[in-house]
């Protein structure tokens, strides 16, 4: 080979590395652009958060300046875990890494090639065409190697961020849960306090002949029923509308006749009322109220 044909050689094996840099250089700026904006956005909300408690003019959409503050912060939040998630930054930084280390094996080289150059005029000796060749080979190899390097980096840092989001999307449901479980909560205890303001409690006591009850029992307070298995003496009706209501219990005999007993009883809002239902001899199946 002569030297203009070495050159040549050389020229293609810059002019590969050179791709590769510009394909880096030209693939970032999305990257970089992105990764600014949500950073400035992120540092602009986490100011928020700290100044808007110290204010005191109303916020539009938000309750208090408190609760304003709790939402820029989470949205800070939210943007720094988005650019960790989808590896905006860490992306421009690994391609200006990859086109830094490039860069600098092809000035290595030409300096390289530049001082094997210098001792060398056709025609030029097989040995000094190997050591050209070789020199060459490492510039294309090495700058391969360096995109694997990158491509490699990048998977790594996918499978990451996939895990990363993984467990973000299960503290997020863990969270959501938590909070259903405290609002499901609050409405109970709401509705609780609503039925102690105006509902009470009645224990009804089944007296005199219980053991000609058979099977199963119904005691009814107003539209409150509760079902037992017999023997029983003592059934608890809760929730039960304050006011004068009708006891009743339903029930069969050992034969199967009916055994109905009928009473009224007074209940008071969060109180218990007690009321007797007296069990007649058989031949008596409805006791007078």
């Known amino acids: 080979m002569t030297l203009a044909e070495l050159d040549a050689v050389y020229a293609a094996?810059?002019?590969?590395?050179?791709?590769?840099?510009?394909?880096?250089?030209?693939?970032?700026?999305?990257?970089?652009?992105?990764?600014?904006?949500?950073?400035?956005?992120?540092a602009v909300a986490l100011v928020l958060g700290v100044i808007l408690p110290l204010s005191k003019a109303p916020i539009p959409f938000f309750e208090s300046a408190a609760q304003a503050a709790v939402a820029c912060i989470a949205f800070a939040g939210l943007l720094v875990g988005a650019d960790r998630v989808f590896m905006i930054s860490s992306t421009w930084a690994r391609r200006v890494n990859a086109m830094m280390k490039i860069r600098t094996l092809q000035k290595a080289t030409q300096l390289d090639w530049m001082a094997l150059k210098t001792g060398l005029a056709d025609p030029i000796t097989p040995q000094d065409v190997q050591r050209a060749l070789a020199l060459f080979k490492t510039l294309v190899i090495g700058s391969r190697q360096i995109v694997e390097a990158e491509t490699s980096s990048w998977s790594e840092e996918l499978v990451k961020a996939v895990e990363q989001l993984q467990i973000m999307i299960g503290e997020q449901k863990t969270a959501a849960d938590a909070l259903a479980i405290e609002k499901q909560k609050t409405r109970e205890a709401a509705q609780k306090l609503a039925i102690a303001s105006t509902h009470g409690t009645v224990r009804v006591k089944i007296e005199g002949a219980v053991e000609r009850l058979v099977g199963s029992v119904r005691v009814t307070v107003a539209d409150r029923s509760e079902d037992r298995n017999s023997p029983v003496e003592t059934v608890i009706v809760p929730e039960v509308l304050s006011g004068i209501q009708a006891v009743t219990l339903v029930g069969r005999d050992i034969v199967g006749n009916p055994v109905v007993v009928e009473n009224v009883v007074q209940v008071a809002p969060n109180s218990i009322a007690d009321v007797s239902l007296p069990i007649r001899e058989a031949g008596n199946p409805k006791a007078p109220s």
Not at 34 to 42: D, M, Q
């Open 13 to 42: 094996a810059v002019q590969d590395a050179e791709n590769e840099i510009d394909w880096y250089a030209s693939h970032r700026w999305p990257w970089v652009i992105l990764s600014w904006v949500t950073r400035s956005l992120a």
